[in-house]
């Protein structure tokens, strides 16, 4: 049976050297090879002569009317000459010391040369002929990335051998209603007009049809890991208690904004499905992920599951826990912290409740769950700020025989065909509002040499009043990092400011933050790296 992956030794003339070869350029079966295409096409429609600037690089396409004729001048060097006419000009064609070409112009067929124009005489300095006659049915000529031991005129008569001999074994993978939909031109036709369009509306069509298959088969192949990751899983259905949701949801401070609670709405059909969840929630800073975290938490509490919420630093696992303890009924969850600043005894408490199932939420790091931690009944895993926790860390969990749900914050704006590439096992959910009367978060990138103006605009915030945080990577100097670090930048906005601002160098400890945090609201925050 012929098949298209059959090996190019297939075609006449393709002998073990020939395959070796084309193995280099990848081309080891007639699919490969048809479906290499080229990177570019040259444009060998007749220019009209007239039009032609003096010494510009230009494609001539004409009969040739005249013998080939190579003479011989100084030493060692030769010039061929012909002439070719297009259009009824005649024109002079010179080739110098490429007398080898003789051979391919053949008096009474059609040619097609790259050369260099000279206006004054009518002629043209040959550089490259194009082709042989027969493959100028098209206007472009298609130029490939080549070797030295394959030539671009052979690959193209192979190609050419190619599609005529296993042409009809190409099969169409589209489904026809999506070709039809899309007015698409269809694989076969696409594949042989990628090589040789015979206008630039067919080769757009061509690659509107080779790019659509392949984004359709990448896509094809995200949702079928996303098929089997879900298949895989041993989820458990989550249960939660609406009435007691509802009363939480009524007794926050505010009310959620619309996009909180779609995302709310997604997460808790992902809860109730027996399937486990593995979904992105993506939303700005300050657009309210935390509360919609919380909820979730809650959620799966009220089902006697436990939960886990990861965080990439201490201080953020330390923030997180406080906002927890306000939204939470301290009767109805019992929840810890636990980093690896929690002291030997306390931790050997909360592990050993986590694992009796006396706590109902644990947030920390995210060692948390890497560190043999044993849970009683392990319901959901949030992560914020770290996209990390996919395929094998979910692998991990199941080695311990958990299969829980997982929630991914981020406040990475993602769009969504990017996030269906990297996150192409996940659901995504978007906050895409902040709540009411809330400045929107605005973030610049600047170039090092702009930083005068930078400090001139703090200097502007300052003079009305407000305080700024500037972050930092790097606490000290580091010999493997050329980051700036926060000792060195203190040092010099300390300079800048004296004496009308104070500045500290501050690494997150409590009392500090209270410094910052009357007017935390209006923070300005600046990231310098
Ligand atoms: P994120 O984690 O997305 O950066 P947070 O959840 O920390 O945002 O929310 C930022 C602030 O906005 C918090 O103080 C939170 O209490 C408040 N907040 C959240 N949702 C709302 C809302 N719907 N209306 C008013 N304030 C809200
Ligand atoms: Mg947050």
Redesign the pocket.
Known sequence: MKSIYDPVTVLAGVGPKTAENLAELGLITINDLLSYYPFRYEDIQAKDIEEIQDQEKVTLKGMVVAEPVVSHFGYKKNRLNFRIMQNSAVINVSFFNQSYLKDKVVLGTEIAIFGKWDAKRKSLTGMKILGSPADLENDFAPIYHVNKKIRQNTLIQLIHEGFDQYGEEIQEILPVYLTQHYHLIGKRQAMFAMHFPNTAEESHQARRQVIFEEFFLFHLRMQGLKYKEKNLSKGQSILYNVQKLKKFTQS??????DA?KKVTNEICRDLRSKQSMQRLLQ???????????AIALYAVVTAGFQGALMVPTEILAEQHIE?LNQLFDPLEVRIALLTSSTKAKARKQILNELAIGELDVIVGTHALIQEGVQFHRLGLVIT?EQHRFGVDQRRSLREKGLDPDVLS?T?TPIPRTLAITAFGEMDVSV?DEL??G?LPVETRWVRPAQLENILDWTRKELNKGDQIYVICPLIEESEMLDVKNATEIYQHLSEFYAPDFQVDLNSFSKDRQEIMAHRCDQLKAAFLS
């Not at 926050?252 to 904004?257: A, D, E, G, I, N």
């Not at 939303?283 to 975290?293: C, P, Q």
């Open positions: 926050l401070p505010f009310t959620l904004t909180q939303g700005d800073v300050g657009s309210g992920k935390t509360v919609v975290a906002s914020d914050m406040a906050i709540p009411k809330r």
